[in-house]
């Protein structure tokens, strides 16, 4: 774990992660379609009417238990990071949520302008949660967990994960409530520009990789 950055590489997953949960908070205020990763959580919360921060919680959860049953023997103790990454993320959705809980817009291109912040964070907060090497969340775990059983590329499979996550909110969400909820041209928009963001900010970033482990090489 390269002891002596550790503290640095703890304080860059952190700070991505909270930067995640605005992304998420901004995702749900801008009321055009959550992000796919997301949308699965919102749905539950508002058919359970608990926090979205709580199901996101629980399904995370629920996507470790997951991978460990894929990977059996396979498995090893660094995925139980997840838990406490996963715990700390739901946690602080809720509390960006409450954050911005004044903010508002009364137009259509400010919904918009709130889905442009939602992916800039959300991209922003991926790219230093995989700059600091400390754990995954556990969607992308549940992704990289199936990567190594079956014979498709990780970024293959990460488009098919979203969208069977967009798919079955959209389910949940018709048996639940009778009408789709939270699926709209913003989570298209996420599905698609989140991970541009991604490579956009490699470059830029990489001072950070560099600094917290120098002998690694870049992310792909």
């Keep these: 774990m390269h002891g002596a950055k550790l ?11 909270m930067i995640m949960a605005f ?8 009321d055009l379609g959550i992000s796919p990763i997301s949308s699965l959580p919102y749905v539950t919360s508002v058919i359970s009417r608990q926090s979205v921060g709580t199901t996101t919680i629980i399904i995370n959860m629920l996507m470790i238990a997951i991978q460990f049953a894929i990977l059996r023997g396979r498995s090893d103790a660094f995925m ?3 838990i406490p990454a996963t715990l700390v993320f739901g946690i602080m959705i809720d ?15 400010g919904q918009w302008g ?13 790219s230093l949660e995989m ?7 556990a969607g992308e775990g549940l992704v990289k967990s199936i990567s190594m059983i079956v014979p498709i590329r990780f970024s293959t499979l990460k488009v ?27 989570t298209a928009a996420a599905m698609i520009l989140v991970g541009t963001t991604v490579k956009i900010l490699k470059k830029p970033l ?11 090489q870049e992310i792909n």
């Design 7 to 17: 503290p640095l590489r703890i304080a860059i997953f952190a700070i991505g992660i």
């Design 23 to 30: 992304g998420v908070a901004f995702s749900i205020k801008a």
């Design 80 to 82: 139980l990071l997840q």
């Design 95 to 109: 509390l960006a949520s409450f954050a911005i809980d004044g903010i508002s817009s009364s137009s259509y291109l």
């Design 114 to 126: 709130f889905v442009l912040i939602s992916i800039v964070l959300l991209g922003t907060g991926i």
């Design 131 to 137: 700059l600091s090497r400390i754990t995954t969340t």
């Design 160 to 186: 098919l994960f979203d969208v069977s996550l967009v798919a079955l909110s959209s389910l949940i969400s018709l048996i639940g409530i009778g009408r789709i909820i939270g699926i709209r041209e913003g």
């Design 206 to 216: 990489s001072p950070i990789g560099k600094a917290v482990l120098p002998e690694q």
